[in-house]
């Protein structure tokens, strides 16, 4: 529960000022459907973060040079939606990565990084459609 409360604690301290400052006058938000959700949640979030956090920065040693290592490799592995769908907002996932990484350290628990994850994609993508 103190995990969980976590993730939603620092996703509501990173999340709430980067809406803010795209819900500028005429900067209308998209509002993802559900089925969208429950596939950024079950689809992406879940399986990008047991890998990404629970398997490959643990096996590093979960340590701060894993968490930054992982980081990269994660950015990368977003780099191909750069490349075939000219998608430049995909290079920036280095640093909500670090936010996903930081949590892991922190917890040793998937859980505050699978919510900072899901809340970051819903809310990036509800901005991301207005950009």
Same mark, same amino acid.
């Given at each position: 529960?103190?995990?969980?409360?976590?993730?939603?604690?620092?996703?509501?301290?990173?999340?709430?000022?980067?809406?803010?400052f795209f819900?500028?006058?005429?900067?209308?938000?998209?509002?993802?459907?559900?089925?969208?959700?429950?596939?950024?949640?079950?689809?992406?979030?879940?399986?990008?973060?047991?890998?990404?956090? *629970?398997? !490959?920065?643990? %096996?590093?040693? #979960?340590? $701060?040079? &894993? /968490?930054?290592?992982?980081?990269?490799?994660?950015?990368?592995m977003h780099?191909?939606?750069?490349?075939?769908?000219?998608?430049?907002?995909?290079?920036?996932?280095?640093?909500?990565?670090?936010?996903? *990484?930081? !949590?892991?350290? %922190?917890?040793? #628990?998937? $859980?505050? &990084? /699978?919510?900072?994850?899901?809340?970051?994609?819903?809310?990036?993508?509800?901005?991301?459609?207005?950009?």
């Open positions: 529960m103190k995990d969980a409360a976590t993730g939603i604690v620092v996703s509501a301290a990173v999340l709430v000022p980067f809406w803010f819900s500028l006058p005429g900067r209308p938000h998209a509002l993802l459907s559900v089925g969208s959700m429950i596939f950024q949640l079950f689809g992406v979030a879940i399986p990008e973060e047991v890998y990404f956090r *629970g398997f !490959l920065q643990q %096996r590093l040693g #979960n340590t $701060l040079k &894993s /968490v930054l290592t992982v980081s990269l490799l994660f950015s990368f780099l191909p939606q750069f490349i075939f769908y000219g998608d430049r907002y995909s290079l920036l996932t280095f640093f909500p990565s670090l936010v996903m *990484g930081l !949590l892991y350290w %922190r917890t040793s #628990n998937v $859980l505050p &990084s /699978v919510i900072f994850h899901f809340c970051s994609n819903i809310v990036f993508l509800g901005v991301y459609d207005i950009l």
